[in-house]
């Protein structure tokens, strides 16, 4: 299935961007999900600037939420902010129109910026090269920033760019927002800007956004445009070939939720705006302060990399920083399902990457349940219970938003019943769960007495009065609930659910312990508030005592639920391959009465419980319980929630392959589509999984008393685990290594206390070139430029192509003229040319092209730690990389895009340096040109030549090529050689 996949997505990765490297219209809704960005205040969907017809596009606001019918409120769609029109003589850009010469979509998570550059040719046969990007604003969450560069590259004449805002969004359908009015300003350097003021249907909430436009590098006019409800800025300007025009536009946006006169404040935000440069600048710079807390550095596999700095970016963008009456739903603020409801997603799966990264973050979260407390009470109270009842679906004010009735996901016309807004009431001991991990995790006393304190203490006297005697059997139990295992909706006692009440209720009281000895006057106030008596505690303790746990002592296997061993079992392997749910297979009722899960539910409490002392955190239990449930569980199509938490528990029993599947299976499943429903919204919870079974698997990180200790166990290929985590206002730093790199640099022991330092060897990153380094495609661009000479009539041979070794397109098409003279059109069409005949030919490039010694060289440097860039002057680096099978053993790549000086220039070799994370000086790099060795000693680096000393033999050191090279022995030779000194290897 990932096989698959990975061949149709159109997907590269680099350590920090994810590039998509073709326009594929099947993959619309999908990509829009992937290419979300956000600030924390608002989420944008990747929707194109241009428009296509059934497009799915979106920017959700947190807290923006308006009424519907069936799901009762939803996230609303708020004005899109994106449309950018340009005309080019009349012909309008559009990917489904003209030719598609080159694309390339990245998204840089690194500084939460999306950018698109593509060579386009109109209809009418004018070629522009556009480039867009846009981000929100991690400085100002109010502040939106888009930038659209064009060239014209074989036409003169005039470019119109129209931006606009959209205030007729819709939510598949539905309608949210009423006009209220619209109008244009001047700012006071006199740039245009327009405005739009709406207000949701039914909820009444205000919203004001406001849109600027600059243009510079041409004399534009610029012109109010659009109709009501689309205010619209258009700028024209005439353009020669080869000139580079560029378009800002910049956007604001508020709501009443923040200011009472939205539209004003948008239109007063967007006057006091500085340009783009300085607001890129300014959102670099955040999120570098972000990543020094919450990045996480895999070594030796650039997938598993780009995937979880990928996922812990979209949990940035999606928690609110500035706001603790909002918190992540579902799905983000990336998708339409769900509806933006917030699920225990947050709280079990979300929360603990922020309280050991963010704490801040956590907090805001986990204030958003104490400002809901009042729809929890009244949801127990409507059920004819005491205390607080969390909603399983929450929206804006707490109250269960769980739709009751559903469509069948079939033709079928009978209506599907919903119980987990009824029965799923692991909700209220997740939140305590989180209240306890954040108080643990941070030392937080002065949060825990004024908002977590409650939280637990009046959700525990829900459980007081949910919980049942039996008298027959004389123990408590818990009847009519629905597990973590949803394929089971008609339970008696579940044990996750009743374990974790017995759990929950310990922790009441010992909340309620440290409030009389530490805050006397908040117990009693709590105590009064809540009615937590002496009766009310003593109950309590007789729970935690008596309450039912069906657990076997001689096999060590707990039952899921009362009855569960008694279900008809199954063999999942009998229906493979499949792509469906076990439960769409079987129908709701089918699966209901087999043995199948739709996610952990016992292996789910094991691993919650797992550092609680007692027969839950023994290895002898978890392993017969994995043994039992783990082939039981529709681990594929049942819950996006699984794969993580399995591969925890995997890599705790030491079945490295198993956690290594699994953890992929959970990074992938936005980025690749693994289960064909990305494009709905980012699997938020999944992504939190994939931190913790980094972290608490891979890693191994445990808690004892003073601070976190690491027990590693890196899957196969991984030469480096580096990360922080908070503890109780310290920070801890884990770098932990595979066994053979702690071999190789004679380390014994890795840092598992967090503490230690540790020895870095001088050299930490090697840069290849790629034409006569890692694969020979000299021979086709040779006939790529001899075809052009041909045609032009000018004298080439292979002796002329061989100075055009290192050289860029431009520089080698110049060399090739010899002086004769070409216009800048002419220039650009002859390149456009020769690349297209360059691009025919290595359509058969394979791994069979990698010449001799280059895979076992990358695998080396992989298994020593060693980061591995490119640096090739080709615009097709990407391409041949891919085709060569090495992407895998890549972490960046710089090339004709990268820079604009080509070699002897420097910049190309610093640029990758700089994408590797390495100073120049411990970087080498290996080139076979003149001007490569050049370029790199001019940026400070080791170089290495491959061939003869004629063209290479200022480089450190020369080699006639890769074959038979060892790192150790070069490595050796490099130690030794001072960078003024070259040494010459023969």
Same mark, same amino acid.
């Given at each position: 299935?990932?096989?698959?996949?990975?061949?149709?997505?159109?997907?590269?990765?680099?350590?920090?961007?994810?590039?998509?490297?073709?326009?594929?219209?099947?993959?619309?809704?999908?990509?829009?999900?992937?290419?979300?960005?956000?600030?924390?205040?608002?989420?944008?969907?990747?929707?194109?600037?241009?428009?296509?017809?059934?497009?799915?596009?979106?920017?959700?606001?947190?807290?923006?939420?308006?009424?519907?019918?069936?799901?009762?409120?939803?996230?609303?769609?708020?004005?899109?902010?994106?449309?950018?029109?340009?005309?080019?003589?009349?012909?309008?850009?559009?990917?489904?129109?003209?030719?598609?010469?080159?694309?390339?979509?990245?998204?840089?998570?690194?500084?939460?910026?999306?950018?698109?550059?593509?060579?386009?040719?109109?209809?009418?046969?004018?070629?522009?090269?556009?480039?867009?990007?846009?981000?929100?604003?991690?400085?100002?969450?109010?502040?939106?920033?888009?930038?659209?560069?064009?060239?014209?590259?074989?036409?003169?004449?005039?470019?119109?760019?129209?931006?606009?805002?959209?205030?007729?969004?819709?939510?598949?359908?539905?309608?949210?927002?009423?006009?209220?009015?619209?109008?244009?300003?001047?700012?006071?350097?006199?740039?245009?800007?327009?405005?739009?003021?709406?207000?949701?249907?039914?909820?009444?909430?205000?919203?004001?956004?406001?849109?600027?436009?600059?243009?510079?590098?041409?004399?534009?006019?610029?012109?109010?445009?659009?109709?009501?409800?689309?205010?619209?800025?258009?700028?024209?300007?005439?353009?020669?070939?080869?000139?580079?025009?560029?378009?800002?536009?910049?956007?604001?946006?508020?709501?009443?939720?923040?200011?009472?006169?939205?539209?004003?404040?948008?239109?007063?935000?967007?006057?006091?705006?500085?340009?783009?440069?300085?607001?890129?600048?300014?959102?670099?710079?955040?999120?570098?302060?972000?990543?020094?807390?919450?990045?996480?550095?895999?070594?030796?596999?650039?997938?598993?990399?780009?995937?979880?700095?990928?996922?812990?970016?979209?949990?940035?963008?999606?928690?609110?920083?500035?706001?603790?009456?909002?918190?992540?739903?579902?799905?983000?603020?990336?998708?339409?399902?769900?509806?933006?409801?917030?699920?225990?997603?947050?709280?079990?799966?979300?929360?603990?990457?922020?309280?050991?990264?963010?704490?801040?973050?956590?907090?805001?979260?986990?204030?958003?349940?104490?400002?809901?407390?009042?729809?929890?009470?009244?949801?127990?109270?409507?059920?004819?219970?005491?205390?607080?009842?969390?909603?399983?679906?929450?929206?804006?004010?707490?109250?269960?938003?769980?739709?009751?009735?559903?469509?069948?996901?079939?033709?079928?016309?009978?209506?599907?019943?919903?119980?987990?807004?009824?029965?799923?009431?692991?909700?209220?001991?997740?939140?305590?769960?989180?209240?306890?991990?954040?108080?643990?995790?941070?030392?937080?006393?002065?949060?825990?007495?004024?908002?977590?304190?409650?939280?637990?203490?009046?959700?525990?006297?829900?459980?007081?009065?949910?919980?049942?005697?039996?008298?027959?059997?004389?123990?408590?139990?818990?009847?009519?609930?629905?597990?973590?295992?949803?394929?089971?909706?008609?339970?008696?006692?579940?044990?996750?659910?009743?374990?974790?009440?017995?759990?929950?209720?310990?922790?009441?009281?010992?909340?309620?312990?440290?409030?009389?000895?530490?805050?006397?006057?908040?117990?009693?106030?709590?105590?009064?508030?809540?009615?937590?008596?002496?009766?009310?505690?003593?109950?309590?303790?007789?729970?935690?005592?008596?309450?039912?746990?069906?657990?076997?002592?001689?096999?060590?296997?707990?039952?899921?639920?009362?009855?569960?061993?008694?279900?008809?079992?199954?063999?999942?392997?009998?229906?493979?391959?499949?792509?469906?749910?076990?439960?769409?297979?079987?129908?709701?009722?089918?699966?209901?009465?087999?043995?199948?899960?739709?996610?952990?539910?016992?292996?789910?409490?094991?691993?919650?419980?797992?550092?609680?002392?007692?027969?839950?955190?023994?290895?002898?239990?978890?392993?017969?319980?994995?043994?039992?449930?783990?082939?039981?569980?529709?681990?594929?199509?049942?819950?996006?929630?699984?794969?993580?938490?399995?591969?925890?528990?995997?890599?705790?029993?030491?079945?490295?392959?198993?956690?290594?599947?699994?953890?992929?299976?959970?990074?992938?499943?936005?980025?690749?589509?693994?289960?064909?429903?990305?494009?709905?919204?980012?699997?938020?919870?999944?992504?939190?999984?994939?931190?913790?079974?980094?972290?608490?698997?891979?890693?191994?990180?445990?808690?004892?008393?003073?601070?976190?200790?690491?027990?590693?166990?890196?899957?196969?290929?991984?030469?480096?685990?580096?990360?922080?985590?908070?503890?109780?206002?310290?920070?801890?730093?884990?770098?932990?290594?595979?066994?053979?790199?702690?071999?190789?640099?004679?380390?014994?022991?890795?840092?598992?206390?967090?503490?230690?330092?540790?020895?870095?060897?001088?050299?930490?990153?090697?840069?290849?070139?790629?034409?006569?380094?890692?694969?020979?495609?000299?021979?086709?661009?040779?006939?790529?430029?001899?075809?052009?000479?041909?045609?032009?009539?000018?004298?080439?041979?292979?002796? #002329?192509? =061989?100075?055009?070794?290192? $050289?860029?397109?431009? !520089?080698?098409?110049?060399?090739?003229?010899? %002086?004769? @003279?070409? *216009?800048?059109?002419?220039?650009?069409?002859?390149?456009?040319?020769?690349?297209?005949?360059?691009?025919?030919?290595?359509?058969?490039?394979?791994?069979?092209?990698?010449?001799?010694?280059?895979?076992?060289?990358?695998?080396?440097?992989?298994?020593?730690?060693?980061?591995?860039?490119?640096?090739?002057?080709?615009?097709? #680096?990407? =391409?041949?990389?891919?085709? $060569?099978?090495?992407? !895998?053993?890549?972490?960046?790549?710089?090339? %004709?895009? @990268?820079? *604009?000086?080509?070699?002897?220039?420097?910049?190309?070799?610093?640029?990758?340096?700089?994408?590797?994370?390495?100073?120049?000086?411990?970087?080498?790099?290996?080139?076979?040109?003149?001007?490569?060795?050049?370029?790199?000693?001019?940026?400070?680096?080791?170089?290495?030549?491959?061939?003869?000393?004629?063209?290479?033999?200022?480089?450190?050191?020369?080699?006639?090529?890769?074959?038979?090279?060892?790192?150790?022995?070069?490595?050796?030779?490099? @130690?030794?050689?001072?960078?003024?000194?070259?040494?010459?290897?023969?």
């Amino acid at each position: 299935m990932t096989k698959h996949k990975e061949q149709n997505c159109h997907n590269t990765y680099t350590d920090w961007a994810v590039i998509e490297t073709q326009f594929d219209p099947t993959q619309l809704h999908y990509k829009e999900t992937v290419f979300t960005v956000g600030n924390g205040y608002l989420g944008t969907r990747g929707s194109f600037e241009e428009g296509y017809l059934g497009a799915m596009g979106a920017t959700l606001i947190h807290g923006v939420y308006d009424d519907v019918p069936v799901v009762h409120t939803e996230l609303a769609n708020c004005p899109d902010w994106l449309p950018l029109v340009v005309i080019i003589n009349g012909d309008r850009f559009r990917l489904d129109q003209g030719e598609i010469l080159s694309y390339r979509r990245q998204l840089d998570v690194r500084r939460g910026v999306l950018s698109r550059d593509v060579r386009w040719r109109s209809e009418s046969g004018y070629t522009v090269d556009i480039h867009l990007e846009r981000f929100a604003s991690l400085v100002d969450q109010h502040v939106l920033a888009l930038r659209c560069q064009v060239t014209a590259l074989n036409f003169e004449g005039k470019v119109e760019i129209q931006a606009s805002i959209n205030g007729y969004p819709d939510n598949q359908g539905v309608m949210h927002w009423e006009w209220l009015n619209q109008g244009d300003v001047t700012t006071d350097e006199g740039a245009h800007a327009a405005w739009i003021h709406l207000r949701t249907r039914n909820t009444g909430i205000e919203l004001g956004m406001a849109t600027r436009v600059t243009v510079s590098d041409a004399n534009a006019s610029v012109r109010v445009s659009g109709c009501q409800g689309y205010p619209s800025l258009a700028a024209t300007f005439p353009v020669q070939s080869g000139q580079t025009v560029t378009l800002e536009k910049l956007v604001t946006v508020f709501t009443s939720r923040e200011e009472k006169a939205p539209a004003q404040a948008a239109v007063d935000k967007i006057k006091q705006q500085p340009n783009y440069a300085t607001l890129l600048s300014a959102q670099e710079a955040a999120w570098e302060e972000v990543w020094q807390s919450s990045d996480v550095v895999i070594e030796g596999d650039i997938k598993a990399q780009l995937a979880i700095r990928y996922n812990l970016f979209q949990l940035l963008i999606s928690a609110p920083r500035h706001d603790d009456t909002v918190s992540i739903p579902a799905k983000t603020l990336s998708g339409f399902a769900y509806r933006g409801h917030v699920f225990w997603d947050t709280e079990i799966f979300i929360q603990p990457f922020l309280i050991f990264t963010q704490p801040d973050l956590a907090r805001n979260l986990l204030t958003y349940r104490y400002h809901t407390l009042n729809g929890a009470r009244r949801k127990a109270k409507d059920s004819g219970y005491k205390g607080a009842m969390f909603a399983w679906e929450s929206a804006g004010t707490g109250d269960e938003v769980t739709p009751r009735w559903v469509p069948p996901a079939d033709d079928s016309e009978e209506l599907v019943r919903i119980w987990c807004g009824d029965r799923e009431l692991h909700i209220n001991t997740d939140v305590a769960y989180a209240v306890w991990q954040y108080w643990q995790a941070t030392g937080d006393d002065a949060w825990m007495r004024d908002y977590g304190a409650e939280l637990v203490l009046d959700t525990a006297v829900y459980w007081g009065s949910r919980v049942e005697w039996n008298p027959k059997q004389e123990h408590y139990e818990i009847r009519e609930v629905i597990g973590t295992d949803e394929y089971h909706e008609h339970v008696s006692n579940n044990t996750f659910t009743n374990r974790m009440v017995q759990w929950h209720l310990e922790k009441a009281l010992v909340v309620l312990d440290w409030l009389h000895k530490q805050y006397p006057e908040q117990a009693a106030t709590l105590e009064g508030k809540l009615l937590v008596t002496l009766e009310r505690q003593a109950r309590w303790r007789d729970i935690i005592s008596n309450i039912w746990i069906p657990y076997d002592p001689e096999t060590g296997i707990i039952e899921q639920c009362e009855g569960f061993f008694k279900l008809e079992d199954i063999n999942l392997a009998d229906y493979e391959p499949r792509t469906k749910s076990m439960q769409t297979i079987l129908g709701i009722e089918g699966a209901s009465k087999r043995q199948v899960l739709k996610q952990p539910d016992v292996l789910m409490l094991l691993y919650l419980l797992r550092e609680t002392p007692g027969i839950f955190s023994d290895l002898r239990t978890l392993q017969a319980n994995w043994d039992y449930y783990a082939p039981r569980t529709d681990i594929t199509y049942g819950s996006s929630l699984g794969p993580a938490i399995h591969a925890a528990l995997a890599s705790y029993l030491n079945q490295p392959e198993e956690a290594y599947e699994r953890f992929m299976q959970a990074a992938l499943v936005d980025l690749e589509d693994t289960r064909r429903n990305a494009k709905e919204g980012i699997h938020a919870a999944s992504a939190g999984g994939v931190w913790q079974a980094l972290v608490f698997g891979f890693a191994g990180i445990r808690i004892n008393d003073t601070y976190p200790q690491a027990k590693p166990h890196l899957p196969k290929g991984w030469t480096r685990l580096k990360f922080k985590l908070q503890w109780r206002g310290e920070w801890y730093e884990f770098d932990l290594r595979s066994e053979e790199v702690k071999e190789e640099l004679g380390q014994m022991e890795d840092n598992t206390n967090g503490k230690s330092a540790e020895h870095k060897p001088e050299i930490q990153g090697v840069i290849f070139d790629l034409d006569g380094v890692l694969t020979e495609t000299a021979e086709y661009h040779y006939r790529g430029w001899q075809r052009l000479a041909d045609e032009e009539g000018i004298p080439f041979n292979r002796e #002329a192509n =061989e100075a055009m070794r290192g $050289l860029s397109r431009r !520089d080698s098409l110049l060399l090739m003229l010899n %002086g004769q @003279s070409r *216009t800048e059109e002419q220039l650009e069409e002859m390149m456009e040319r020769k690349n297209r005949y360059y691009l025919e030919f290595i359509k058969d490039v394979s791994p069979a092209d990698l010449l001799p010694g280059a895979v076992e060289l990358l695998d080396e440097l992989r298994a020593a730690g060693i980061k591995v860039g490119i640096g090739s002057a080709s615009k097709n #680096a990407q =391409e041949v990389i891919q085709r $060569l099978g090495i992407s !895998d053993r890549v972490d960046t790549i710089s090339d %004709g895009y @990268s820079v *604009t000086r080509s070699k002897p220039a420097p910049d190309l070799f610093l640029h990758a340096a700089e994408q590797l994370g390495l100073a120049p000086e411990h970087c080498v790099v290996v080139e076979d040109a003149a001007s490569g060795v050049e370029a790199a000693l001019a940026a400070g680096m080791l170089a290495v030549g491959l061939g003869p000393v004629e063209r290479v033999g200022v480089a450190h050191v020369v080699l006639p090529s890769l074959e038979g090279v060892q790192w150790a022995d070069l490595l050796a030779k490099l @130690s030794h050689v001072e960078r003024s000194v070259h040494v010459q290897v023969r």
